[in-house]
């Protein structure tokens, strides 16, 4: 059975038993918790929230079987040599026996005075859809989609279109470590409702919580 572990902001870790690997283990996170036990990690882009470079750094310094699969400008920034392989949108692999196919390209836009940087979306086993700081809708259904519920560079009408468009039947919250309870609470009550008219079922996931996938 598969389970994916929700973890602060926009980590998750994703479990069978036999693999495992961990999406975007950033400053929220407690990074070595998050990659104890995994050899496999993908990030999605270079923020802070989404890679803390020194904690990950050590984590492959101190075991030389961790492998990481990021943008190539993040890639070529970590200096960790072979653990580290480029990919970009189009690309296929097999990272710690999951199947992961390469969505997206760039960042969404904060502001026309940022510099827009790479951003890849991972569809990982054909199932679960890990878009980063994206809202690029995959060219194939996942059943799960982590759900950018709240960014600087978002607003809440784009979080509901973007739930509905991907058309994953289930979806969980990501990119929430910037919200309060009430604020989460109320972006998510309108996610639930739009989304659950067009078929997506949104469940509220706090920092620990595991589901099956």
Known sequence: MTTLTKLPHSCVRI?????????????FADVPAALDGTETVLITHEHPDHVDVEPVRAAAK???RLRIWAPPSLAASLGLGEQVVA????ETFSAGGFDVEVFGGQHALLHPSVPVIQNNGYLVDG???????????PTKQPQLLLLPIMAPWSKTAEVVDFA??????????IH?????EPGLRFIEGHVTRIGGEHGVEYTTAAPGSTFSV
């Open 15 to 27: 479990d069978d038993g036999a693999r495992s690997l961990v999406i975007d283990p950033g400053i």
């Open 176 to 180: 929430d470590g910037l919200l309060n």
């Open 87 to 90: 990919v970009s949108p189009g």
């Open 127 to 137: 199932t679960i859809y890990h878009p980063g700081d994206s809202f690029i809708v």
């Open 164 to 173: 509905v468009s991907v058309r994953a039947p289930r979806a969980l919250p």
């Open 62 to 64: 101190a075991n030389p």
